[in-house]
């Protein structure tokens, strides 16, 4: 089959999320400028340069108010996020915390995520997340929209300036995935989690 975007696929669903996958989770956690804590999982997500380390978390549609997302609020107006890896542990708090909660409620208190605090930024890290990026927002870029109606979407860029990697996570040295399985999201209401991994050998100037 052959569609184009904003015209019928004649599919029972939006096959579109469904296109790339697995996609991995960004639990991002802000601080608003009264001090309240935020957390919210974005799918949109991912490292975007290795050295120095860039990643990126891309919010479409409005907060439950009509406003623009807590976590790019918050992300611009502080200068900082935190990427919590989510896991299948996790993943109940994870979903819930998708919910438009009232803002200055504090995600965290509302779903009893426990946390840490971080060491060169103030939005607080997920305790029990295998790993942890402390990042300063460097870009936040504005997708042009494709009409007066049209939700905002954002892009929120963030250097990475600090990495949290648990104890337990790390087994002989390396990440342990299967140990952590991290959490990602498919199309339509599916979610997975890597619980197996597999080697190539490297091709050309692999990053090991
Ligand atoms: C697994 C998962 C992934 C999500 N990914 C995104 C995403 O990439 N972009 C987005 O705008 N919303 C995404 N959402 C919805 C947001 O989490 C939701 O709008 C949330 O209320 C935003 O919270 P905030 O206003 O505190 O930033 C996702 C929800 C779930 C459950």
Redesign the pocket.
Known sequence: MFYKPGEPHGLPHNPLISCVVPRP?GWISTLDTQGVS?L??????NLVRYDPPVVM?????R?GDGGI????VNARTTGEFVYNMATWDARQA??E?????DRGVS?FEALNVETLPSKLVRPRRVKNSPVQFECKTSLVIELPSSGPASAPNTIVFGDVVGIHIADWALKDGIIDIPAIRPLA?MGYLD?TSVDSVFPMPPIGAAKV
Do not use: Q, T, W
């Open positions: 989770i935020n919210a999982p974005f799918s949109l997500f978390f891309s919010a479409n549609g907060h997302k807590d976590s790019v994870c979903n915390s998708s919910a438009s909660f995600e999201r979610f």
